[in-house]
């Protein structure tokens, strides 16, 4: 695949994504269980362990159906 053919979907991607932000932000991809979230007086550490899985799995199927 041509590198400039690549980069402008990627942008068009990022672009829709920005786009539909509102929208997306209400799924609530975020806060999955298996999350984790410590919560301290003065600290608050999150790491999103299982949607970071979700979105990997998605993605990976993208690319995957888009290499065919």
């Known amino acids: ?3 400039r053919i690549f980069l402008i979907v ?3 991607i990022l672009v829709g994504g ?3 932000w509102p929208w997306l932000s209400r799924v609530e ?3 999955l269980p298996g ?3 410590v919560h301290r007086e003065n600290f ?3 790491f999103p362990i299982v949607t970071c899985l ?3 799995v998605v993605l990976t199927l993208l690319f995957w159906l888009f290499r065919k």
């Open 1 to 3: 695949m041509d590198i």
């Open 18 to 20: 920005g786009l539909l």
């Open 54 to 56: 979700v979105i990997s």
């Open 44 to 46: 608050t550490f999150y």
């Open 10 to 12: 990627i942008g068009l």
């Open 29 to 31: 991809l975020g806060r």
């Open 35 to 37: 999350d984790i979230a």
